[in-house]
């Protein structure tokens, strides 16, 4: 857990900078982190507990924080240690072991079977959600790239 906190405080003192460097001034009561949490499409209470190096955003946020500060994906977690550089080369796409270990029939509902989620709201949020990190991913794949769409960003 420890090191979970260290990432978070490298990850808020990252995001930090660079929000500073985008004209944000997100000093409290200085109406930045409010301005920030509007471009990232999250609350101003999450904006401002990771810029205090309090919490990690969740894994599929970085996308947002990436384009509002107009950083690399890949740039917001190797540096604050979130993922190695080892495990996403520069130019490369992300290790994740799992998806060559997994049978190639596996399915979202299988997922939830074995998971054990049984509760009707709770799988169709699990379900959806899959359903949606599938198509982003097959849109991904399309257009080629692995470091979504940072790249092409400059």
Do not use: C
Not at 95 to 122: F, G, M, Q, Y
């Amino acid at each position: 857990m420890e090191e979970r906190k260290q990432v978070a405080t490298r990850f808020g003192a990252l995001v930090t900078a660079l929000a500073r460097e985008k004209g944000y001034e997100i000093e409290s009561g200085a109406g930045g982190r409010k301005r920030l949490a509007e471009q990232l499409g999250m609350h101003v209470s999450m904006v401002s507990r990771a810029l205090d190096g309090e919490v990690l955003p969740q894994i599929w946020q970085f996308a947002a924080w990436a384009r509002v500060l107009d950083v690399p994906v890949r740039n917001l977690m190797v540096e604050p240690g979130v993922i190695s550089p080892e495990d996403w080369p520069e130019g490369g796409v992300p290790v994740v072991p799992s998806v060559t270990t997994l049978p190639p029939t596996l399915t979202p509902e299988a997922v939830a079977d074995h998971w054990k989620i049984r509760n009707p709201l709770i799988r169709r949020g699990l379900l959806a959600s899959m359903e949606n990190a599938l198509a982003m991913q097959a849109d991904e794949d399309t257009r080629g790239g692995a470091d979504g769409g940072a790249a092409a960003r400059g």
